[in-house]
């Protein structure tokens, strides 16, 4: 197993209160992303980095910031939570920029529910 | 709009016969395509690839044939097995910006029944 650990693993939240989502590796990997697995929707990028403080949009951004002051964490912060932002949130890193089944992990995942 | 599609939302099959999952796909500028496998509660694993110059790979029991003509692409599970349970993930890869990405379709759940 790859060594990826989100945290928390389960939290519930309230409509308007910020929530911030850890990822955490130990595999020295340089690229890391975060997804966003719905219904009907598959997994989305929310965000990705590549590289400490460096870090860019992904196909569903809004409402979320991310943060990467250390090669092994990488955070997702929602700022003001949303019931649309009800999720499952998945960490994936990469050692290359080029992603193939070998080159990409998931981490087990984050269930939030925003009430 | 998706550019990657899993118009079936589920499939069951019996152990011991065929599984297959369909994908299809609208950007011809993916280069490649992969297949996840997920079971409830716990992260997307990587199950099998192939490239865009290929048309067919095969690793054990799974198989995935490319039709790029097409923009189709399946998954080949035989003979299935009731640990194949899960939710699969047909993934394609693109590179935007310089940096690549893979964007994902909806998912089928695969029920294979004892």
């Known amino acids: 197993d790859a060594g990826i650990t989100q945290s928390p693993r389960h939290k519930v939240t309230e409509t308007g209160t910020p929530v911030t989502l850890r990822c955490h590796q130990t595999e020295n990997h340089r690229y890391m992303y975060w997804y966003r697995q719905d219904p009907g929707h598959g997994l989305r990028l929310i965000h990705y980095?590549?590289?400490?403080?460096?870090?860019d949009k992904g196909e569903v951004s809004d409402g979320y910031s991310v943060s990467r002051s250390k090669t092994e964490d990488f955070l997702l912060t929602l700022e003001s939570a949303t019931s649309s932002q009800t999720s499952v949130y998945f960490c994936?890193?990469?050692?290359?920029?080029?992603?193939?089944?070998?080159?990409?992990?998931f981490g087990e995942g984050s269930w939030l529910t925003v009430v | 709009d998706q550019q990657v599609k899993q118009n079936s939302p589920s499939l069951s099959v019996q152990e011991g016969r065929i599984s297959i999952l369909n994908c299809d796909y609208t950007n011809s500028m993916f280069d490649y395509f992969l297949w996840y496998k997920k079971y409830p509660a716990e992260g997307p694993t990587f199950l099998i690839s192939i490239s865009s110059i290929k048309d067919k790979n095969e690793d054990g029991r799974f198989t995935v044939f490319l039709n790029k003509s097409a923009k189709h692409l399946s998954l080949h599970i035989v003979p299935s097995q009731p640990g194949d349970s899960a939710v699969y993930f047909c993934a394609a890869r693109a590179t935007q910006g310089g940096s690549e990405k893979l964007v994902f379709g909806k998912g089928m759940k695969l029920t294979v029944n004892p």
């Open positions: 994936a890193i990469s050692e290359s920029m080029r992603l193939s089944g070998n080159t990409i992990y």
């Open positions: 980095s590549y590289g400490v403080k460096d870090t």
